[in-house]
């Protein structure tokens, strides 16, 4: 069964800082999501990655997709208070499983 | 923007009581899923559904689980006696294509089971 892990689970970062959070996941897929939950909301999609070597930025947020490695990673450039949140990868195709999530907090 | 509605946004039944969830994908939208999330943890997938007929669905969506879309516009989950463990959010999504497009999610119905 697809199982998809993400570390670091909880992180605290000051403003102004890098950081990348990891997705790995079990088996072959070339569908990855990344989303966005902010506390008591809704789940917001930040990128739909869907090829190896796929990279995608918005903002100060880039995604990036290794299939062969099972990696997806989240990076975060210059944080911001606004980012924290709790973020999701997901994969799979038509079962989406997701990742524990990040809980992402910025200190300014 | 089109947006996945949720109603209602929260739902407080007894244990063993009936209860339907009810969501309105966005109109153009033809794959439907319903997720869960139980506080504090992470989002599991219940089901999928497209043409009519459910195309995937999880170890949780036993028999006290079914799905309809008794119409063009709306999309039900609906648990037949809860319990207590039924007491999560649940999440409606759409997607107008199959997974190579985000699904985009509604803002969820809380069920508090008692």
């Known amino acids: 069964e697809l199982k998809v892990e993400q570390n670091p689970l909880f992180l605290s970062m000051q403003e102004g800082k890098n950081y990348t959070i990891y997705c790995n996941y079990s088996t072959t897929s070339d569908r990855l999501y990344w989303y966005r939950q902010d506390p008591g909301k809704s789940l917001e999609s930040l990128f739909v990655?869907?090829?190896?070597?796929a990279v995608k930025q918005e903002g100060r947020l880039m995604a990036s997709l290794d299939t062969k490695a099972r990696l997806s990673t989240l990076h975060i450039t210059a944080a911001v208070h606004d980012l924290s949140a709790t973020y999701f990868c997901?994969?799979?195709?038509?079962?989406?499983?997701f990742g524990k999530g990040t809980r992402l907090h910025i200190l300014p | 923007e089109p947006e996945v509605t949720q109603t209602p946004s929260h739902q407080v039944t007894q244990m063993g009581q009936e209860v339907i969830l009810r969501c309105v994908p966005i109109s153009n939208h033809l794959y439907f899923y319903w997720y869960r999330q139980i506080l504090g943890q992470k989002v599991e997938f219940l089901v999928s559904f497209y043409n009519n007929e459910i195309s995937e669905k999880s170890e949780i969506f036993d028999d006290q689980f079914s799905v309809e879309r008794p119409d063009g516009s709306n999309f039900t989950l609906k648990i037949r006696s809860t319990k207590l463990e039924d007491s999560a959010m649940y999440f409606c999504a759409s997607s107008y294509r199959d997974s190579y497009q985000p699904q985009h999610f509604g803002d969820g119905t809380r069920l508090s089971i008692l």
């Open positions: 997901a994969v799979g195709d038509d079962k989406i499983i």
């Open positions: 990655l869907l090829s190896n070597g």
